[in-house]
């Protein structure tokens, strides 16, 4: 397990006046469970139909389907996890230059922090008070500049193995909705299973992530649902038409 930035456990772990659930990493973890699980249930129905419009055998859908969701997995959690170490080193690097900064020109950052309050509101002697106090301990200083100044808050340090972790299973557990019909008999009676199984799962998703999103769960579910029958659609026709050359 990789062990957390020194710079994170200085700054503390979150802020302290967030305390609802969404701003807690559990919280914003429905990120990659909904990013995951509806790239897996629209990528592996697009795929199986494509393969059943082109061959109607479930042995070869099922080990291809099976195959395509296992590969989709791995790439898209991996893809997470460098997208995410990516941000958050670019952050870090952001965060130490702020560091330097205040070490070697702590004038001109006190200026700075007096300009962000300035602009708050703050005048006089109650501007210069928050000034000392910000400025009089480098923690405090070094995350005033980080939120203020460059808009990062510790929370946008997501654990980068976690977040690959969470994509990839997500993934992986929608994947196989679609495919799970073509193991059972017949291959006829599969192909529409898949299908109504596919989208009352993009439904529920839709609907479901609206507990946390506030958006009307109809509107969510339906729109999942039109870009899986979109996805679906297309496969199939590609299927067929590959089918018929």
Do not use: N
Request: aromatic fraction near 8%; charged fraction near 20%; glycine fraction near 10%.
């Amino acid at each position: 397990m990789p062990r957390p930035s020194p710079v994170l456990k200085e700054l503390g772990s979150r802020p302290l006046y967030l305390d609802e659930a969404w701003h807690s990493p559990r919280g914003r973890a429905i990120r990659e469970v909904v990013y995951g699980a509806t790239d897996g249930i629209v990528t592996s129905l697009g795929f199986v139909i494509g393969v059943y419009g082109a061959l109607h055998e479930s042995r070869i859908i099922l080990i291809t389907g099976i195959a395509g969701a296992s590969a989709g997995a791995l790439s898209m959690g991996f893809s997470a996890y460098i997208s995410s170490k990516s941000q958050s080193e670019f952050f870090l690097a952001e965060i130490e230059r702020e560091r330097k900064e205040i070490q070697e020109m702590p004038e001109k950052e006190k200026e700075e922090v007096a300009k962000i309050y300035r602009a708050k509101g703050f005048q006089g002697q109650e501007l210069e008070m928050v000034v000392r106090r910000i400025s009089a301990d480098p923690t405090v200083w070094l995350r005033c500049m980080m939120e203020e100044e460059l808009g990062l808050i510790v929370e946008s340090f997501d654990t980068p193995w976690i977040v690959g972790g969470i994509t990839a299973a997500s993934y992986l557990a929608a994947a196989f909705l679609p495919i799970i019909p073509f193991a059972l008999p017949p291959v006829t009676a599969a192909f529409p299973l898949s299908v109504g199984i596919s989208v009352l799962a993009l439904f529920a998703l839709g609907a479901g992530k609206t507990r946390l999103t506030r958006t009307p769960p109809l509107r969510s579910g339906l729109e999942l649902i039109g870009i899986g029958l979109i996805s679906a659609l297309v496969g199939y026709c590609i299927g067929r038409l590959s089918g018929t050359l």
